[in-house]
């Protein structure tokens, strides 16, 4: 909302269950050598672990944003509000995936994401045939 991150989901990983214990900070998760092990995924058996998200309720100029930690993994909070709140979507997924390949040196984890604003409904006008079907 604006340039504030509401929420960012935690990761189903090795290191994320160590911060969650309270064992390793958000800092030293960044940099731990078993960063990249997972608890739950995709098209595992058996199926996958998730954790469902409350959205506060979305207005009119909000963006949303889902992306693998190959990305946000390079940004801190202030650096994805803003480039959110100051690029339209598609200019702020070509920026994200350039500076995190930048900021990677070439090794980094796979990156995706895809970024939703939330715009004011556009009016339309009835067609005729739009009209016609309420006859029946």
């Given at each position: 909302?604006?340039?504030?991150?509401?929420?960012?989901?935690?990761?189903?990983?090795?290191?994320?269950?160590?911060?969650?214990?309270?064992?390793?900070?958000?800092?030293?998760?960044?940099?731990?050598?078993?960063?990249?092990?997972?608890?739950?995924?995709?098209?595992?058996?058996?199926?996958?672990?998730?954790?469902?998200?409350?959205?506060?309720?979305?207005?009119?100029?909000?963006?949303?944003?889902?992306?693998?930690?190959?990305?946000?993994?390079?940004?801190?909070?202030?650096?994805?509000?803003?480039?959110?709140?100051?690029?339209?979507?598609?200019?702020a997924?070509?920026?994200?995936?350039?500076?995190a390949?930048?900021?990677?040196?070439?090794?980094?984890d796979?990156?995706?994401?895809?970024?939703?604003?939330?715009?004011?409904?556009?009016?339309?006008?009835?067609?005729?045939?739009?009209?016609?079907?309420?006859?029946?």
């Amino acid at each position: 909302r604006g340039t504030q991150l509401v929420r960012r989901s935690t990761d189903h990983s090795y290191v994320q269950t160590l911060v969650a214990q309270g064992q390793l900070s958000e800092e030293e998760a960044n940099d731990h050598p078993q960063s990249n092990v997972l608890t739950s995924c995709l098209g595992t058996e058996p199926e996958p672990t998730f954790t469902a998200q409350f959205i506060p309720r979305l207005q009119i100029g909000d963006t949303l944003l889902a992306c693998s930690d190959g990305v946000w993994h390079y940004f801190n909070i202030e650096e994805l509000g803003s480039v959110l709140n100051t690029l339209n979507p598609r200019e702020a997924s070509e920026f994200l995936i350039e500076k995190a390949r930048q900021r990677a040196n070439g090794v980094g984890d796979n990156l995706s994401l895809v970024i939703l604003k939330v715009e004011p409904p556009v009016e339309t006008k009835p067609t005729r045939r739009s009209s016609l079907a309420s006859l029946n």
